[in-house]
């Protein structure tokens, strides 16, 4: 079992930013790809952007390109999410997600975080 616990949420207005983080109980072969997500009132999850921690690679989905960044730190097992030039748009519950395949579903990764909550005011 993978234990995933998020932190680093909070109120910030506007235009500013916030570093969100996600450390891991451990990493397997079943958590080779790390994750985050959002979901926002109403909506559905959607992904943000991920990780693989062999290589560093990343992706983003197209909302937050230029705007976020994902990052990872293989000695403590854990994964960043660097959010700069923020709107109320982004104002959702964010999660952090593990799985071993490179993937932008939620159905393919098998374990998540409890969720941090990211408000973003006007």
């Known amino acids: 079992q993978v234990q995933l616990v998020e932190s680093g949420g909070g109120l910030v207005q506007a235009g500013g930013s916030l570093r969100l983080s996600c450390a891991a109980s451990r990493r397997t072969g079943s958590t080779s790809v790390m994750g985050w997500f959002r979901q926002a009132p109403g909506k559905g999850r959607e992904f943000v952007a991920l990780t693989i921690w062999s290589s560093g690679g990343t992706a983003y989905a197209d909302f937050v390109k230029g705007r976020f960044t994902i990052s990872r730190d293989n000695a403590k097992n854990a994964v960043y999410l660097q959010m700069n030039s923020l709107t109320p748009e982004d104002t959702a519950v964010y999660y952090c997600?593990?799985?071993?395949?490179?993937?932008?579903?939620?159905?393919?990764?098998?374990?998540w975080g409890q969720g941090t909550q990211v408000t973003v005011s006007s």
């Open positions: 997600a593990a799985g071993r395949t490179i993937s932008f579903s939620t159905s393919s990764y098998d374990y």
